[in-house]
C-alpha cells in the first residue's frame, strides 16, 4: 500500500514539513500554531493514503502538534534528534527545509523499527514543564553562586559589597521560585490519582527521593512508554557495553555517552545515597568493592539496579521491601 511520509522539523515559532507523496515531494512553512496545523493535516488526510509522521523531540515546541494530532488518525513518531544525525551519514550543510526532508527520508526507511507516540496525561505534560523551569531556575542559581564567589574574592569598596548583597538577595528569590515549582509539582502529581500512587511506589525504594521519581515518571510518560527495565536502563546510559573488533580492538565494557543526560545524573545522586544506607544495595556495593572491583564501577551497576526494582514494582503494584530488616 502506498503511504505518505511527513518529516516536521520543529521551533518555537515556526514549523518545516517535507511531504513525500508517491509521485511528488512538496514543501511547507507554517506558524507554531494549532489552527495552522490542523489545516495542513487535514489537506494532507484528504490524500486518502496512510500518513506516517516523524519530528525531533524538540521539549515544549512540539506541544502544539501534539495536541492537534490527539484526534487525527497519523501515525506519529517522535525520535531522539542524535538518532537521527547520526544515520544520515557525511552531509554538508543545514537548514529547516533541509532538515525536515531529511526527517521524512528518515522515517520512510526506517518506521518499522519504532513504536508510535502515544498522547500523555496532562499532569505529565504538565510535569515535563514544571521540571523544565525547575532545572531553568536551578542553572541561574548556580550562576548567581558562582558570581557570588567570585565577587567575594575581590570585593574592595562598597559598589562591590552592594553588589555581594544584590547576588545574595537573587539566590534567595530563586530558592523561593524553586520551592513554588515543587509546590506545583506535588499538585499536579496528587491531582492524578494513578500517577501519585505509581511515584510513591518507586520512592519506596532506598535512594529514590522526589527528583528521581518525578525524573523517572516523566522519562517513561507516566510510566506507559520504556517500561522494560533494559531498555529504560541503556536509555539512561547506565548499561555497559563491549567494545570489539578483529584482535586488534578490544576494550572493557563501559557505558555509552549517548544517554538521557538528566536521568543519568538524578539516578547517580540517588545510588549515592542508596549505598549510604542500611538496605541490600548498600550490601551489594560493600561486597563488590571488597572484592576489588572499581568503586564508580559498582555505583553504576547501583543505577542499573535501582531502574530495575523501579519498573518490578510498577509491573507487580507492589511497594519495596529491604530484606536486611526482615531478616
Known amino acids: 500500500m502506498k503511504s505518505i511520509f511527513v518529516g516536521v522539523d520543529v521551533s518555537k515559532c515556526t514549523l518545516d514539513f517535507c511531504v513525500i507523496e508517491p509521485e511528488k515531494t512538496t514543501y511547507h512553512k507554517i506558524k507554531n500554531k494549532e489552527d495552522a496545523i490542523s489545516k495542513l493535516f487535514k489537506r494532507i488526510g484528504e490524500i486518502g493514503l496512510e500518513v506516517f509522521i516523524c519530528m525531533e523531540n524538540t521539549g515544549y515546541y512540539n506541544f502544539n502538534l501534539y495536541e492537534v494530532l490527539k484526534g487525527i488518525d497519523f501515525k506519529t513518531y517522535v525520535v531522539d534528534p542524535k538518532h ?49 523551569q525547575r532545572r531553568s531556575k536551578i542553572k541561574q542559581r548556580r550562576g548567581l553562586k558562582q558570581q557570588l564567589s567570585d565577587l567575594k574574592n575581590v570585593a574592595f569598596n562598597k559598589s562591590t559589597k552592594r553588589l ?23 499538585e499536579e502529581i496528587k491531582a492524578d490519582f494513578k500517577l501519585h ?13 522526589d527528583i528521581t521519581a518525578w525524573m523517572i515518571a516523566i522519562k517513561t510518560d507516566g510510566f506507559s512508554r520504556l517500561t522494560d527495565p533494559r531498555k529504560l536502563a541503556c536509555f539512561a546510559g547506565v548499561v555497559p557495553f563491549e567494545q570489539q ?35 541490600e544495595l548498600q550490601y551489594y556495593y560493600l561486597r563488590k568493592v571488597d572484592e576489588g572491583k572499581n568503586k564508580m564501577s559498582v555505583l553504576n551497576a547501583v543505577r542499573n539496579k535501582l531502574l530495575h526494582i523501579a519498573m518490578a514494582l510498577i509491573k507487580n503494584k507492589t511497594y519495596y521491601k529491604n530484606r536486611l530488616e526482615l531478616s
Open 164 to 186: 555581594i548583597k544584590i547576588s545574595e538577595k537573587g539566590i534567595k528569590e530563586i530558592n523561593g521560585h524553586i520551592r513554588e515549582i515543587e509546590t506545583l509539582i506535588k
Open 245 to 279: 573488533s578483529g584482535s586488534s580492538l578490544k576494550t572493557k565494557p563501559r557505558v555509552s555517552k549517548m544517554a538521557d543526560m538528566q536521568l543519568k545524573t538524578v539516578l547517580q545522586m540517588a545510588a549515592m545515597r542508596a549505598v549510604r544506607m542500611e538496605n
Open 84 to 132: 537521527i544525525k547520526r544515520s544520515i551519514g557525511l552531509v554538508r550543510g543545514k537548514n529547516d527545509k533541509v532538515d525536515a526532508k531529511r526527517i521524512a527520508v528518515f522515517i520512510e526507511r526506517n518506521y518499522q523499527d519504532f513504536e508510535c507516540w502515544q498522547p500523555v496525561s496532562e499532569s505529565v505534560k504538565a510535569l515535563k514543564i514544571l521540571l523544565s
Open 197 to 209: 500512587k505509581e511515584i510513591e511506589r518507586i520512592k519506596t525504594i532506598p535512594g529514590i527521593g
